[in-house]
């Protein structure tokens, strides 16, 4: 469906758990086709082994960027957030906008709802509905953060940042 080298109008710069579902539905409609962060976790799993080798070559991979992205009009939350300073280069003429939250309201919001999710995803009943969904979710599918935890982090609060 998506094809074509990205020509992004609005890019989002903030963490996940700001509102980023809501402006994405916004930007649906206002823009067109918004890459969010439920798109490589829920719909298209392998876009994460894009996200992924990212990751691990610290830039974004040139084919896989219009691969991945082709079609879309913008881009929010996680993992594009990650990228928001070389997205924002090839594209120097979007919108960025920053979604902010109270930080311990944010961190609160990632252990009750993400957080929670990442638990018992590898765990029955979990598994089970997923493979009714057709949603195999294998460890691969969640995007890794190479020397990162980052659920651990937000886990320990305070203590993780000493």
């Given amino acids: 469906m998506h094809c074509g080298t990205p ?94 939250r109270d930080p311990l309201k944010w961190r609160q919001s990632c252990l009750n709802s993400v957080g929670k999710y990442l638990d018992v995803t590898e765990t029955w009943p979990c598994t089970w509905f997923h493979s009714l969904l057709g949603l195999d979710l294998p460890r691969d599918a969640i995007i890794k953060l190479p020397g990162l935890n980052m659920w651990e982090a937000i886990k320990d609060g305070e203590d993780s940042s000493t």
């Fill in 7 to 100: 020509s992004l109008k609005v890019i989002g710069a903030g963490l996940s758990r700001t509102g980023t579902l809501s402006l994405k539905t916004a930007l649906d409609i206002l823009v067109g086709p918004c890459y969010h962060g439920t798109i490589p976790t829920l719909e298209k799993h392998q876009d994460c082994l894009f996200w992924n080798k990212c990751l691990k070559d610290g830039h974004l991979d040139e084919e896989g960027y219009a691969t991945v992205l082709g079609g879309y009009k913008a881009v929010v939350d996680f993992p594009c957030v990650l990228w928001y300073k070389e997205l924002i280069a090839r594209n120097p003429d979007a919108k960025v906008i920053l979604t902010i």
